[in-house]
């Protein structure tokens, strides 16, 4: 099986932590192997340079970790569990993802849902931008995210898109604990098919001169709404 890398001290400490994945060998600094969260670990002693040729940035906080890659879960099982998630179309941005994620699991959704083509997965990037939250929520990849939602929508579970221009006023609606909250990349918003996949469009008001939210943003302020009360 391949190995995958993470790198940074707060995505270590949550991989090792969620044991969701099999750790094969941790690199740190000298200093940092007697920490209580690393010792278990056992890790190798490592220079700042080997850190950063094994993870390609200089911005591993003197840890790395190479583990069993990213274990995805499937769209339906996500769906079985119930809960919040969180529909990604078209977000390519490792940083935006990673700080979605660690939205998701601040805000007590279940997890994120990302097409396979035209975003990056969980990469070690977004491990390190979600601070390790990636370890602790299930991320499903799809092929076709308008299909996903037309089939995932029911009764009990209903779609909720993004939409700054035409939406209602997100305090409006009656959310739902198994609400899927469905978020376009920035600039771009949300493709026509999964648009019309929604069962409500909602926008968040804007107060100042600036028309638009980062993505993470505008997924803390639904999720967190989705689940008030809950």
């Avoid at 990469?123 to 995932?152: M, Q, W, Y």
């Avoid at 920035?186 to 929604?198: I, M």
């Amino acid at each position: 099986m391949s190995r995958e890398v993470v790198y940074g001290r707060n995505p270590v400490r949550e991989l090792i932590a969620a044991g969701r994945r099999r750790v094969h060998e941790v690199w740190a600094l000298p200093e940092l192997r007697d920490a209580p969260w690393l010792a278990p670990a056992r890790p190798r002693p490592a220079s700042r340079a080997e850190l950063g040729r094994a993870c390609g940035t200089s911005d591993h906080q003197g840890v790395v970790a190479f583990c069993d890659p990213y274990p995805y879960v499937e769209a339906r099982d996500a769906l079985a569990e119930g809960g919040v998630l969180v529909a990604l179309d078209g977000a390519q941005d490792p940083r935006n993802l990673g700080a979605v994620a660690r939205v998701c699991d601040a805000g007590g959704a279940r997890g994120m849902v990302m097409t396979r083509r035209g975003s990056p997965g969980v990469t070690p990037a977004v491990c390190k931008t979600s601070a390790g939250a990636v370890e602790h929520i299930l991320v499903s990849r799809v092929e076709n995210l308008a299909s996903f939602l037309h089939d995932a929508k029911g009764p009990a579970r209903w779609v909720v898109g993004a939409d700054s221009a035409d939406g209602r006023d997100y305090r409006e609606i009656p959310w739902s604990s198994d609400t899927i909250i469905v978020l376009g990349a920035e600039g771009a918003g949300l493709r026509p098919r999964v648009r019309s996949a929604c069962d409500e469009l909602v926008r968040i008001p804007m107060r100042g001169r600036v028309d638009s939210l980062n993505l993470s943003v505008a997924a803390g302020i639904l999720v967190y709404e989705a689940l008030r009360g809950i």
